[in-house]
């Protein structure tokens, strides 16, 4: 090995191997989540995605005041959803579910998915670590 490269090139490609590690160690991060707080809503699934990095799931659940409030409900990858047993046809549109979620800490009508209960009584985790902090 040259004195050029162990000089030059070698802490190069350290630091953006560096760089790529931590930029995706801050990408899943789900600090914008109160995981210290769990809601229940009851809903109908408006869409589901099953795309990296993150997939989504949008309920429309019924305000007090009657009226629908659609919430976005981030979830992790599809590897990651694959390994506790969703499909990308798991849930369609205007299947009736429950879900719970960690709120978004900003109060809008979002949140870290936990888990879902499907029309037919079987639920699937979105989230091992947090999947049986629910009440």
Do not use: C
């Not at 040259?2 to 790529?20: E, F, N, R, Y």
């Not at 995981?35 to 009851?42: I, N, P």
């Amino acid at each position: 090995m040259g004195p050029v490269l162990k000089t030059l090139i070698l802490p190069a490609l350290a630091l953006i191997a560096a760089g790529v590690a931590s930029g995706a160690a801050a990408h899943h991060s789900f600090a914008m989540f109160d995981s210290q707080r769990t809601l229940v809503l009851k809903g109908t699934v408006k869409s589901f995605e099953m795309v990296n990095p993150h997939s989504w799931l949008h309920v429309a659940a019924v305000e007090t005041g009657g009226r629908p409030v659609e919430w976005a409900l981030e979830m992790g990858d599809p590897a990651q959803l694959t390994r506790e047993g969703w499909t990308k046809d798991s849930v369609k549109p205007g299947d009736k579910v429950s879900v719970s979620i960690h709120p978004r800490l900003d109060g809008s009508h979002g949140g870290q998915l936990i888990y879902i209960v499907l029309p037919d009584g079987r639920e699937l985790d979105a989230d091992r670590p947090f999947a049986r902090l629910a009440p």
